[in-house]
């Protein structure tokens, strides 16, 4: 039996579990989604079942399998239940289905949400002199991250994300990343540590305590010709500092900047959210951002060395901490 | 033996499994880790020119810097015992005429280590130390850059 007949069977099952036996769930059409992804494994399957008044339904669905360690470890509860909150938010996302977070299904914890068509490409972001859909795609998001960060999460599960204050939001984030970076480093850094402390003395004040997406950017999303689909990997969403999600998204490595200006991104993020973006906050999260990747490429980088991942992607990302640290005292030299 | 050298037997094989290997391969996890492989492979000949050199630099850079910087402001050193333990091995390590890579790499890691605590009581106490600190990190990310190969 491969894997795919072994996830058919325990999908099956699960289902079974949840609708009944009377709903006759079958599962078909399982199949691995290409992906580039670290931290969940992506499948598709066909789902259909019998409501108890006897209709039938026919789903196509994405499973988010849990990873083996990588880059980061984050449980799926949190992730699962953002994205539910979120159905009818007007920030775009697939519709929330089940989760189950024991593995006693399928052996790993997993989700399952409906299908969203789009594409995830990263390449036409490289192409000189710009694209219009990603250019399009790229407004789309400014707008969705606006409706992310003026969603009311203050009467919905996303409380149990951890409330933080404006005062404490950026030093919550930089304390976590800063215990990372206790814990992951394979040797000083000495630039990351000097790092960390700057971004300590000199941490910014939220102007209000929003969704933070986490890691809102290209890459996570997904588009269908010139139009932003989903907003996909909500595995390190929490509360905190709207600008933080806009420090991350034009990071070099993965900006629409050749479609999109950074500022014409800011302008349709602001209209829509009909708040400033106060700049200094954004440069602040800027360099925290070159920071947190660091840390999460040595995370990576720590998981293969242990041998708990053998993914080779992992194996030599401190590679990476050059270029992040440069950007890093870049910004804090402006 | 100097030919083919390391890193030319290196960058050979990073050739070959992508002209011979990678095309076999249906995407996937096993063709993306081949890809990985070849990438390190490829990183691994860059670097392997350069290595002994960027260390060489690299401790000296530090030595001298933390040295500079120390008598500029005494403040910044909080352990002086291991601060001078850690100058007294460089110089000795450093007055030998060829040091190896393992010692030059075991040296600075101490003196990174140094460099670090150093670099939180500079930015702690506001010395004015950070502007010649921060020259050095850009120093040290420029080599650190030499043993990649990283388009980011």
């Known amino acids: 039996m491969n894997r795919a007949d072994r996830l058919t069977e325990g999908l099956t099952a699960f289902l079974v579990d949840r609708l ?12 691995l989604i290409s992906s580039v992804g670290n931290a969940r494994d992506p499948w598709s399957f066909t789902a259909t079942w019998r409501s108890p008044e006897g209709n039938e339904h026919r789903e196509r669905c994405v499973m988010l399998l849990q990873a083996e360690a990588g880059q980061l470890e984050t449980a799926l509860g949190p992730e699962f239940n953002a994205v539910a909150a979120l159905e009818d938010s007007g920030v775009p996302v697939a519709r929330a289905l089940w989760c189950d977070e024991t593995g006693d299904w399928l052996g790993q914890p997993f989700f399952v949400t409906a299908f969203v068509p789009g594409t995830a490409a990263m390449r036409p972001l490289r192409v000189e002199g710009g694209v219009p859909e990603i250019r ?24 149990d994300l951890g409330v933080v204050t404006p005062e404490g939001a950026a030093l ?33 004040i939220a102007s209000h305590i929003s969704v933070v997406h986490g890691d809102l950017r290209f890459g996570n999303l997904l588009y269908d010709d010139d139009r932003l689909t989903a907003l996909v990997d909500w595995e390190m969403v929490h509360l905190g500092d709207p600008v933080e999600d806009l420090g991350w998204v034009y990071r070099r490595i993965w900006t629409p900047e050749r479609s ?47 041998r708990s991942t053998l993914n080779l992607r992992h194996a030599d990302r401190a590679e990476t901490l050059p270029a992040f640290l440069d950007r890093f005292y870049e910004l804090i030299a402006q | 033996m100097l030919r083919p050298s390391p890193s030319d037997l290196l960058e050979g094989v990073a050739d070959a499994l992508a002209d011979t290997v990678v095309g076999e391969l249906e995407r996937g996890a096993v063709r993306n880790q081949v890809l990985a492989a070849i990438g390190i492979v490829r990183r691994c000949a860059a670097a392997t020119e350069v290595h002994g050199p960027v260390l060489y630099e690299d401790v000296l850079d530090i030595t001298e810097s933390l040295e500079a910087m120390a008598a500029a402001d005494p403040a910044i050193v909080q352990d002086q015992a291991a601060f001078d333990a850690v100058q007294a091995q460089s110089h ?20 990174r280590g140094t460099l670090g605590a150093v670099a939180v009581e500079i930015e702690h106490g506001g010395s004015a130390q950070s502007e010649a600190l921060v020259a050095l990190f850009a120093r040290i990310l420029e080599r650190e850059g030499r043993l990649g190969l990283s388009p980011w």
């Open chain 1, 20 to 31: 009944g036996v009377d709903a006759a769930p079958e599962v078909t059409e399982v199949a």
């Open chain 1, 136 to 159: 399009s795609v790229a407004l789309d998001l400014a707008r969705a991250a606006a409706r992310l960060h003026n969603f009311d999460w203050s009467q919905t599960s996303l409380v």
């Open chain 1, 172 to 204: 919550a984030q930089l304390a976590q990343w800063e215990e990372q970076f206790d814990r992951q480093r394979l040797e000083p850094h000495p630039s990351l540590a000097y790092a960390f402390s700057w971004l300590r003395s000199n941490a910014p």
């Open chain 1, 260 to 306: 999109l200006p950074f500022e014409e991104f800011l302008a349709a993020y602001e209209h829509e959210a009909a708040r400033p973006v106060d700049r200094e906050t954004l440069r602040w999260y800027q360099a925290f951002s070159e920071a947190k990747h660091a840390m999460i490429s040595l995370t990576a980088a720590r998981s293969f060395f242990e």
């Open chain 2, 92 to 111: 000795e390590v450093m007055g030998r005429a060829y040091p190896s890579v393992t010692e030059l790499s075991a040296l600075l890691l101490e003196l």
